[in-house]
């Protein structure tokens, strides 16, 4: 459109503020005019090619009280089985590692990458929430939040506080929360870059315990994490919407992960030894969210950029979109699309090399290693009478791990360091 | 300065009493029209939030950044 003149900027805005300026705030989640309760429920499998796997259910009831009061409570129960990447290297040889707990060991094939496959762990979570407008401009929210599996305990509270401008087409939030966790690791926490000890070497089981015990430490250790958020929601026009989130987290304790070790491997790449990593005990992180939303006259639409950087000089990129297109009045298909690019932590490195002085820092999991990721995923969606909804969700996760830039010495050279992950992520969900 | 410094800013001026005296027009009720698109069910931010609670478990699990979208939540010792 060309504006010509002072007069046609008029029109243009008294045209754009009638639409703009007319909307009520849909940012946030409206909150039912009468006493409903409704019930979203899922069940949700997560499936690793040969390493973990997965069985989520999660089940959320939201109770409206009057038109100012939403309670919301959420449960969550997994069960996880299967493999995970201890963080060794691949060798020419069968490899034997000693379990985390001390009792037992298993052994990796020829080549393989070493997955340390005792995991077996059942997770409950409940939160409660609850939301309270406290006039025209102001709404409250406050919550609690607890997780618990068999070597973790997390508790943690909630809460935040939006104001609403522009009639409704701006929200600004800020929240907050803390949360303090409980590690009380299988066997006990290794010694920060102990050695990995075997029963082998030893003439006896006494002997063995007490040089296994020689890399433990007593007692379970704890974790605080203090969140900041700070958001705008803005109204851009009578379609579509945005949002941009800036969020700080500060994170002091114990954030060594007890079950990953580093395999030193010598000029071959032979690997003369193991040993359990260790973290930083603090972590400072920032991430930058921006959104945008689109409603569509046949579907949904969102685009989402997040920029994250730490003190760990952890850095990453995600790039998602969820594009929803209504085949019928009662029937819908979505695309989810994903991509993700992280820069590894400063103290990452695939392997230690013997000789070499032990750095007071170091982890080989890939998990904060360079990575790309990428996600593609299909959900197809039918309202039903009532407004019953089922929905069923299938989508494939990717992980490319990379080097950071390492040399790799020998042997390490015939075997991929790197391994992609595969998974399969299926989804039923029932709402009512 | 300039006058043609000044222009976009005097543009920029009148634009903004436009805008602010329509406020009080637009305030006098909402539009049946003016809400129905944003106020859909499927336009709330967290209109599907079985699915990003989901999701986050996952990629918290899985990668070594996550949160932004809402606060992180508790933690877990996921692997």
Same mark, same amino acid.
């Given at each position: 459109?060309?504006?010509?003149?002072?007069?046609?900027?008029?029109?243009?805005?008294?045209?754009?503020?009638?639409?703009?300026?007319?909307?009520?705030?849909?940012?946030?989640?409206?909150?039912?005019?009468?006493?409903?309760?409704? #019930?979203?429920?899922?069940?949700?499998?997560?499936?690793?090619?040969?390493? #973990?796997?997965?069985?989520?259910?999660?089940?959320?009831?939201?109770?409206?009280?009057?038109?100012?009061?939403?309670?919301?409570?959420?449960?969550?129960?997994?069960?996880?089985?299967?493999?995970?990447?201890?963080?060794?290297?691949?060798?020419?040889?069968?490899?034997?590692?000693?379990?985390?707990?001390?009792?037992?060991?298993?052994? #990796?094939?020829?080549?393989?990458?070493?997955?340390?496959?005792?995991?077996?762990?059942?997770?409950?979570?409940?939160?409660?929430?609850?939301?309270?407008?406290?006039?025209?401009?102001?709404?409250?929210?406050?919550?609690?939040?607890?997780?618990?599996?068999?070597?973790?305990?997390?508790?943690?509270?909630?809460?935040?506080?939006?104001?609403?401008?522009?009639?409704?087409?701006?929200?600004?939030?800020?929240?907050?929360?803390?949360?303090?966790?409980?590690?009380?690791?299988?066997?006990?926490?290794?010694?920060?870059?102990?050695?990995?000890?075997?029963?082998?070497?030893?003439?006896?089981?006494?002997?063995?315990?007490?040089?296994?015990?020689?890399?433990?430490?007593?007692?379970?250790?704890?974790?605080?994490?203090?969140?900041?958020?700070?958001?705008?929601?803005?109204?851009?026009?009578?379609?579509?919407?945005?949002?941009?989130?800036?969020?700080?987290?500060?994170?002091?304790?114990?954030?060594?992960?007890?079950?990953?070790?580093?395999?030193?491997?010598?000029?071959?790449?032979?690997?003369?030894?193991?040993?359990?990593?260790?973290?930083?005990?603090?972590?400072?992180?920032?991430?930058?969210?921006?959104?945008?939303?689109?409603?569509?006259?046949?579907?949904? #639409?969102?685009?989402?950029?997040?920029?994250?950087?730490?003190?760990?000089?952890?850095?990453?990129?995600?790039?998602?979109?969820?594009?929803?297109?209504?085949?019928?009045?009662?029937?819908?298909?979505?695309?989810?699309?994903?991509?993700?690019?992280?820069?590894?932590?400063?103290?990452?490195?695939?392997?230690?090399?013997?000789?070499?002085?032990?750095?007071?820092?170091?982890?080989?999991?890939?998990?904060?290693?360079?990575?790309?990721?990428?996600?593609?995923?299909?959900?197809?969606?039918?309202?039903?009478?009532?407004?019953?909804?089922?929905?069923?969700?299938?989508?494939?996760?990717?992980?490319?791990?990379?080097?950071?830039?390492?040399?790799?010495?020998?042997?390490?050279?015939?075997?991929?360091?790197?391994?992609?992950?595969?998974?399969?992520?299926?989804?039923?969900?029932?709402?009512? | 300065?300039?006058?043609?410094?000044?222009?976009?800013?005097?543009?920029?001026?009148?634009?903004?009493?436009?805008?602010?005296?329509?406020?009080?027009?637009?305030?006098?009720?909402?539009?049946?029209?003016?809400?129905?698109?944003?106020?859909?069910?499927?336009?709330?931010?967290?209109?599907?939030?079985?699915?990003?609670?989901?999701?986050?478990?996952?990629?918290?699990?899985?990668?070594?950044?996550?949160?932004?979208?809402?606060?992180?939540?508790?933690?877990?010792?996921?692997?």
């Amino acid at each position: 459109m060309q504006l010509t003149s002072k007069q046609s900027i008029a029109s243009a805005l008294a045209l754009a503020s009638c639409s703009l300026l007319s909307q009520q705030a849909s940012a946030a989640e409206p909150i039912p005019a009468t006493d409903d309760w409704k #019930v979203d429920a899922a069940i949700m499998y997560y499936g690793e090619q040969d390493r #973990v796997q997965a069985a989520e259910a999660i089940g959320n009831v939201q109770k409206a009280f009057g038109d100012s009061s939403l309670l919301d409570l959420k449960i969550v129960v997994d069960s996880l089985t299967g493999a995970s990447a201890s963080g060794a290297v691949a060798q020419s040889d069968s490899q034997t590692f000693t379990r985390p707990s001390g009792d037992g060991q298993y052994t #990796v094939a020829t080549g393989d990458t070493p997955l340390d496959d005792t995991f077996h762990d059942t997770r409950v979570q409940l939160s409660a929430n609850w939301q309270e407008v406290l006039n025209q401009d102001w709404t409250g929210n406050i919550g609690v939040y607890g997780s618990k599996e068999f070597d973790y305990l997390s508790m943690g509270i909630n809460g935040g506080l939006e104001r609403s401008f522009n009639k409704n087409n701006t929200t600004l939030s800020l929240s907050g929360a803390f949360t303090n966790d409980v590690v009380d690791p299988v066997g006990g926490r290794p010694v920060a870059m102990s050695e990995m000890v075997f029963r082998g070497n030893y003439a006896n089981d006494a002997d063995y315990q007490a040089a296994f015990d020689q890399t433990r430490l007593a007692d379970d250790d704890t974790k605080q994490t203090s969140d900041i958020m700070f958001g705008v929601t803005q109204i851009i026009n009578r379609n579509w919407l945005m949002q941009a989130n800036y969020g700080l987290s500060s994170v002091s304790g114990y954030m060594t992960d007890p079950y990953k070790i580093l395999s030193e491997v010598d000029v071959n790449g032979q690997t003369q030894a193991y040993r359990y990593e260790n973290r930083p005990d603090s972590r400072l992180k920032h991430s930058v969210f921006l959104l945008t939303k689109g409603a569509l006259d046949s579907g949904v #639409v969102d685009f989402s950029y997040r920029y994250s950087t730490d003190d760990w000089e952890i850095q990453s990129h995600t790039l998602e979109t969820h594009y929803r297109y209504y085949f019928s009045p009662s029937m819908y298909g979505q695309l989810h699309l994903r991509y993700y690019q992280q820069q590894a932590a400063e103290f990452y490195q695939p392997f230690l090399m013997s000789g070499d002085a032990i750095p007071e820092y170091a982890s080989a999991d890939y998990r904060i290693g360079d990575m790309t990721a990428y996600t593609i995923g299909l959900k197809f969606g039918q309202r039903l009478s009532g407004g019953h909804e089922l929905s069923y969700r299938i989508e494939y996760y990717q992980q490319n791990p990379e080097n950071n830039g390492t040399e790799i010495p020998g042997q390490l050279q015939n075997y991929d360091l790197f391994p992609a992950v595969k998974a399969i992520v299926a989804q039923v969900s029932y709402s009512f | 300065m300039t006058k043609a410094f000044y222009q976009p800013f005097a543009k920029a001026a009148v634009a903004l009493a436009i805008v602010s005296s329509l406020v009080g027009c637009s305030s006098l009720g909402v539009q049946p029209w003016g809400k129905d698109q944003l106020a859909r069910a499927d336009m709330a931010l967290n209109s599907e939030k079985l699915d990003l609670a989901l999701d986050d478990h996952i990629y918290f699990s899985k990668e070594g950044t996550s949160g932004g979208r809402s606060l992180a939540g508790g933690g877990c010792g996921c692997n």
